[in-house]
Nanobody, 121 residues
Framework: QLQPVESGGGLVQPGGSLRLSCEDSGFPLDPYAIAWFRQAPGKERERVSCIDSTGGSANYADSVKGRFTISRDNFKNTVYLQMNSLKFEDTAVYYC??????????????WGRGTQVTVSS
């Protein structure tokens, strides 16, 4: 059913900014919590941020707090990840995931295919 698709990845310099988007063209995302994950080569997948179905609650990994902001526009059926002050260690494939319910304590039900973010000088 759900098939979230990421966009907005690319190559940026350290200290730069990038905004990722997650959307589903066929099904609504508004009933579900949405999270961003990332995975760098040779490392385990890491949950970066999650936002509940209403957009009223969000959480972040310690590694990105103060630099990344998750938001959603349920009318546009899109979830965003604003990434500021990017560091080399932020380089990874970023994935969008829809949960089984409205809260970030629920489980993941569907994954996007990912978008590459590369931070390099």
């Amino acid at each position: 059913q759900l098939q979230p698709v990421e966009s907005g990845g690319g190559l940026v310099q350290p200290g730069g900014s990038l905004r990722l988007s997650c959307e589903d063209s066929g099904f609504p995302l508004d009933p579900y919590a949405i999270a961003w994950f990332r995975q760098a080569p040779g490392k385990e997948r890491e949950r970066v941020s999650c936002i509940d179905s209403t957009g009223g609650s969000a959480n972040y990994a310690d590694s990105v707090k103060g630099r990344f902001t998750i938001s959603r526009d349920n009318f546009k059926n899109t979830v965003y990840l604003q990434m500021n002050s990017l560091k080399f260690e932020d380089t990874a494939v970023y994935y969008c995931a829809a949960f089984t319910g409205p809260q970030c304590s629920d489980s993941v039900r569907s994954w996007g295919r990912g978008t590459q973010v590369t931070v390099s000088s």
